[in-house]
């Protein structure tokens, strides 16, 4: 049984039909990326997965539970969390106080104090600004500042949106690097990236997703050498 399963799922907004008939599969420990250009529908596969959309047809199984019968907070409890695109932090609250919003599904005290050492460990810089409003913070902390938010639900699959959007290149590589480390710790990641090379480089396996719905899939490395997928995504004529 595949860790995360999207079977013919089919979502609209309003009129528009965004994703027709989307599949994928994510295996326990993988990093998968979904690559596509702009109105892909790569957004929009997150926002399903994590209960933020209904799809009107399809289903969407978290190794073997249907995700479909929960609200979204119900899902963030079953294991699954998203950072989502332009990174949503409370601005007008402490990083500290983001990193324990990220915690309200859980109770054990010792156990989010763990964890939250683990995510200033991950994060150095956050534990430098941990008093500091989140709103004031640069977009890479900021960046951080929501993995790590994300990161205190203790989720088994992580679901990463365009996370290095707005970054300089210094940070898109720490960013990486750090969902590389993530990954290495147990978490499952799907990953929408805009930066194709960068995404590939570190995923096992991948997807293409054009006008809703997926085109190809493979290893991250044979979509890589792939001519088609090198000349639409990696700038490479």
Known sequence: MSMLTVNNVHTYYGSIHALRGINLTIEQGEIVTLIG?????KTTTLRTISGLLK??????????????????????????????????????????????????????KQEIARNLDHVMTLFPRLKERRTQLAGTLSGGEQQMLATGRALMAEP????????????????????????????????????????????????????????????????????????????????IE
């Open 156 to 235: 088994r699959i992580l679901l990463l949106d365009e996370p290095s959007m707005g970054l300089a290149p210094v940070l898109v590589e720490l960013i990486f690097d750090t969902i590389v480390q993530i990954n290495k710790e147990g978490v499952t990641i799907l990953l929408v990236e805009q930066n194709a090379l960068m995404a590939l480089s570190i995923a096992h396996r991948g997807y293409v997703l054009q006008t809703g719905e997926i085109v190809l899939s493979d290893k991250a490395e044979k979509l890589k050498s792939d001519p088609e997928v090198q000349k639409a995504y990696l700038g």
């Open 55 to 108: 799809p009107a047809q399809g289903e969407i199984m978290l190794e073997g539970d249907d995700l479909l019968r929960y609200k979204p907070h119900e899902i963030v409890y079953k294991g699954l969390s998203m950072v989502p695109e332009g990174r949503g932090v409370f601005a007008r609250m402490s990083v500290l106080e983001n990193l324990e919003m990220g915690a309200f599904s859980r109770n054990n």
């Open 37 to 41: 250009g702009n109105g892909a529908g």
